[in-house]
Every structure is written in structure tokens, then in C-alpha cells.
């Protein structure tokens, strides 16, 4: 079987081959994440509230059907205009009639990843529309022809250099000027001509409310406000998973998503929209595109209870070091190594091996989502669909054949701590040997480990040592 | 179309029977108290980047933000706090549109969360919601007593009253850290935010 071209490993290999850009990128996020555990640790009842949140995610997943009609009555009565996608090309169809039908030549759009999983931009632009991405990252990023590469900072692996290059040709900054603040500024006075000029904003949706009918949008910058308080037509796009069952869940879900995200005690920005304003209209697209599948997954049903934080991101150390252009999906990270592959599990099969199963990202999830076992159960997944590259299906029933044979395993565990002592560099780092490759082997240790732990065990003998204590432990 | 996709949809969700599964209540916990809230206010409205005081009346507010530089050179004001003089006519403004220049909206707001410095404002005193996104600089006067603890304390004040079609929680000015993780305040919205709590 010849899977795609090239997996996240291979990706990845790009990204790391600058190594100083890839030190930078792991330790932007890393400050995010010290951000976030400032903001975790502020609040004592954070543990209850991540379990609130996980249990209303989980009633809301089982009650979906009533719930999305509950909020299709409650948003139709506030005067919203309710539509159902099964997938991304009827979404895309219908957001273009929305647009067609009223003449718009000219969008705003603020940040919205269900877009990008439907690749609304380039539907819009074929049928000659204007479209403008609003958020700062997302602009940077459409100016450039590249996907984002975070959900939360979707320009988080450019460096300021190459901004300034980006807008020295796109709106004539002068050459050579990288300062963020400057930068900003003349995006600022740029988009606020395309705010005034446009006759629509597209929206995503952080969370959609049955009881009420409304929705709530995040953001820091304003963009989404000012693109949905300036043109009359407002288009919000949300995949069905992000309802709530009632309004006062969102006190819940405020207090764990800004903290989870970026750090911060709350979005700038938490706007919350019943109905279209005055002589306006709000349409309100409710996107299946695959997610009925996955909570029909008795192993996977819980990655639909994400709320987009980023928090597993900013956390995973693949991620970090990899970049997330090298996962090649609009959600990268965990949690897109699990959503992924239940789209497409050849296309994505690198990606649930894209992990050290360190459980960093479910210590982190809000809605404690169990990331990593989900991310282990894909890769047996995988192996059960036969979808595993030779090279690793056969190296992993080598390996299980050895570790079924307890003396051949000592035996090979000799010859190995024998080898990387004595055999000459190149016959150790080659390409056959995956793991002499980007990394330097560990010095083997003078005995094995059943060597050490007979003699700890012998040494026991002596009653009062404190050795004994420990051994008699564990 | 869509309505063959709402049905497909709603089917394929009800394939799977709802398992027993409870929601828990999300007002009422043992949540965060602050000591003195106008203190944890002030705190938190700082670090989000936005400017703190705690003066007596409207008057003296005014009085303050006379002596800035920004307000002695600003041509368009929008005030929605009684005392506070403004120069544009939200009522009688057709076009949101024409708010474009506006340098300074002085706003009242419904509830102050002292957890993360949000203030509560609707769509039902302004006419055009866009004033609050498209000022420079915003200024909340905020009366102590609407300030609570948490979000939970907010949104059960919201419960209680009828839902403005828009609404939203302003915490500190606008940012983006989106160049290299540089924090830039002043993205699309408000450049600065001030907040004045006063008596009452």
C-alpha cells in the first residue's frame, strides 16, 4: 500500500530542519501554556469546572436531535433564518445563495475553523466574490496562500520579518519594517476600510445556545464585531456539536475557554446574538460534514465535546516541535490527530503516531476530554484496518514476537547494549535505523535491568537498610 | 435541499438512544469570592490592558477624562451616561456607517465581573451596536453596585431580564498578539479602555 506521499514525520523534517525557528515555536507556546496554568491555578474550583463542562458537553451529545431543534425554534423566533448542511459542499452552497441572492460582492469574515474545514474562501472567490479574513492571524496567513497553522494563533509559526515582508507587498508598508506594533496598525486602518465596505460578515460560532436560540462569538480583536454590527447580513456557521443546552451553561464554558486558550481570564470580546439586528438579517448554518459518524464511535463519540481552545497544542511537545502545517488538517495537534483520521483514516494514518502518550494534552483539555487514549485507540485502529505502513507494521510484529520470547529478549537486550558501545558510529546511524535518525542514542547502561533489579533484590537481605524499604514498596 | 439534509441529520442523531445523562446546575457552586470586589475589579480590568479608578460621582468623572488630551482634541463623542455631554446623535444617525470617525463612546454598563474585568452592554440603549466596537477609546462609569463576583452571578442577573437581541462582555481594550506573540493593544476595536466605578 502506498500511503499519501509524506506523513507527519516526514512533514515535520522540514519544519525542524530550521532548528532555531523550531526552538522559537516551542517556546512561544510554551509561554501560552505557563499563561494558562497561571490562569487554571487562580481558580480553585477549576477541577469542577472542567467536569461541569464535560458533563454538559456529554448530555448535549446524547440529546442532540432534541437539542438542535429546541434551538432552531427558539433562534427562528428571535427572527434568525435556520439551515442544515450535510456536508461542506452544501454548506458552501448555501452560504453562496445566502450571498448571491442579496447581491453581496463584498465579505468580511472573522476567524471561523469550520469555514476553513470547508474551504469556503476559495468557493466564495470562484464565483468572483471578495472575501477578507479579519482576524489579524488568519489575514497574515490568507495574504501569504497558507493554511493557519493553530486554531487559536493561526500565525504562530510566522516570524515578524516575514509579516512585514507579507505587507510591504500586499499594502506597501516600507520595506524592512517588522514591528508588530506598526504592523498592526496598518492592518488596523487596512481592514477597517474592508469593514466599512463590506455588505456581509461571515462568522464562526464558539457556542450556540437551544434554549434561547442565540449564539456567542469570541474574539479579542473586535473583528467579529465589527463585522456583524456594520453590514446588514449576518451569516454565522457553526458544526452542530457546539450547542449548549441552556444559557446559564455559558457561565461554564466562559470562565474555561479564554484560561484554556490563551491565558487570559476572558475573550475581550463575548458577544451574544438573539436574532438579526434592526432591518438585518442572521442566517445560522448547522454543519454536519462527518460529525454524525464520529458520535456514532463508541471509542471516539468524546472528541466532538471540543470547544477549539488549542490548550492540547499548546501542550503537546510533537506539536510544538513539528509545527502545524506538518498534520496537513485544518485542526491540527491532539485533538486533530483524532478528529482526522475519522474523516479520512489512510489519508491521516501518520497522524495518532504523532504522539508520545504523555497525557499532557488531557490534563489540559477543559472539557476533559481523554486525548491521548483516544489517540492510542486510533492507532489500533489503524493497524486493525491494515492501513500501517510496511516498514512499521512489520517492525511492530518483530517486536511483539520478541517480547513473547523472554530469553530472546534478554539476549537482544545484551547484543544492543554490546553494540551501541562498541560498534563504530556509521553502523549505528544509517537510514535503516530509524532511531539513530534526528536523535543520538542514550549511552546503554554496564547491566540489564533484571542484572540490577536481582541484585537490589539480594541486597534486601539486610533487614534495616532503607534499600530494603524501597524495595518492598514497589 | 437543506430541509432533506435537517431530516437525515436529525434521523442519524436519533439511530443512537440518549443514555441516561444529567446536567448539573451551573448558577449556584462553591465558587470564587473576592474580599473587596471593586479591588479584584480594578485588579483584573489592569491586567487586561485597560485603566482603573474609583471616583465619587458622574461629575467627577467628567471632570477627569476633561483633563485629557485625547478627549480636549476629540470632534465626535458618543455619551450614554446622564452628566456626561456627547456631540453625535445616535437616535438620529440613519447609518451606522456614519459612526466611522467616532473617537470616544462613554458608556454605562449593566454588570462589572470582578473575576475577569468584563462589563455587560446591550444593544438596547444605543441604537447602532457598532459604537461600541468602532470608537478609539472607550470609557465604561460603572455604579458599584452592579459589580459582581463571577460569570455565574452575571448570567443570573441576565436570566432575570429579557434578552436584548445583542449583548456582549467587554473585558479590557482590544488586542491581538497575532505578529509573534507580541501583545499590540489596539486591534480592530477601542484602542484604550478606561473604567470608572463611582458611587451607587
Known sequence: MIAKAKGHAQLADTFTADEARARWHDGALWFIRQKRDRQAAALPEWESLREMAHQIKAYTLENLADLLEQFERAATQAGAVVHWAADAQEHNRIVLDILQSNNVQRVVKSKSMLTEECHLNHHLEQAGLQVVDTDLGEWIVQLRNEPPSHIVLPAIHIKKEEVGETFHQHIGTPKGNADPTFLTRAARGHLRQQFLGAQAGITGVNFAIAETGGIVICTNEGNADLGTSLPP?????????????????????????????????????????????????????????????????????????????????????????????????????????????????????????????????????????????????????????????????????????????????????????????????????????????????????????????RKRSSASGQPNSSRSEGARRS | MSDASRQQILQQLRRRLPTACSLPETLDGDWIRYPDLVEQLGRMVTSVGGSFQQLPTVQDVWQRL?????????????????????????????????????????????????????????????????????????????????????????YRILLQRPLPGFGCFVSGPSKTADIEQSLVIGAHGCRSLQMYVIDG
Open chain 1, 233 to 453: 447580513i449576518h451569516i454565522a456557521c457553526m458544526g452542530i456539536e457546539k450547542l449548549l443546552p441552556r444559557f446559564s451553561d455559558l457561565a461554564v464554558f466562559t470562565r474555561l475557554l479564554a484560561r484554556s486558550a490563551t491565558g487570559q481570564p476572558i475573550t475581550t470580546y463575548t458577544s451574544h446574538f438573539h436574532g438579526p439586528m434592526a432591518g438585518g438579517q442572521l442566517h445560522l448554518i448547522l454543519v454536519d460534514n462527518g460529525r454524525t459518524a464520529i458520535r456514532e464511535s463508541e471509542e471516539f463519540h468524546r472528541s466532538l465535546h471540543c470547544i477549539r481552545c488549542g490548550a492540547c497544542m499548546n501542550t503537546c511537545p510533537v506539536y510544538r516541535r513539528s509545527g502545524g502545517h506538518s498534520y496537513q488538517t485544518t485542526v491540527p495537534g491532539p485533538i486533530g490527530s483524532i478528529l482526522a483520521p475519522a474523516r479520512d483514516a489512510k489519508e491521516h494514518q501518520s497522524l495518532p503516531f504523532a504522539c508520545t502518550l504523555c497525557g499532557s494534552c488531557t490534563d489540559v483539555c477543559p472539557v476533559k476530554i481523554d486525548l491521548h487514549h483516544q489517540l492510542l485507540a486510533w492507532r489500533k485502529e489503524i493497524s486493525q484496518r491494515r492501513l500501517l505502513p510496511a516498514t512499521k507494521k512489520y517492525a511492530m510484529y518483530g517486536l511483539g514476537w520478541l517480547l513473547r520470547h523472554p530469553r530472546l529478549y534478554a539476549l537482544a537486550g545484551w547484543m544492543g547494549r554490546k553494540a551501541l558501545r562498541w560498534m563504530p558510529r556509521w553502523m549505528i546511524y544509517h537510514r535503516g535505523n530509524a532511531w539513530g535518525m534526528g536523535r543520538e542514542l542514550p549511552v546503554p547502561p554496564a547491566e540489564s535491568f533484571r542484572a540490577q533489579w
Open chain 2, 66 to 154: 476633561q483633563s485629557f488630551p485625547e478627549v480636549q482634541s476629540a470632534q465626535r463623542v458618543v455619551s450614554l451616561v446622564d452628566g456626561i455631554p456627547g456631540n453625535v446623535d445616535l437616535a438620529h444617525t440613519a447609518d451606522p456607517h456614519l459612526l466611522e470617525d467616532v473617537d470616544f463612546l462613554i458608556s454605562s454598563g449593566e454588570i462589572a465581573v470582578a473575576e475577569n474585568g468584563a462589563v455587560w452592554v446591550t444593544d438596547q440603549q444605543p441604537k447602532h451596536r457598532v459604537v461600541y466596537f468602532i470608537n478609539q477609546y472607550l470609557v465604561f462609569v460603572i455604579p458599584r453596585s452592579r459589580i459582581v463576583a463571577t460569570m455565574h452571578d452575571a
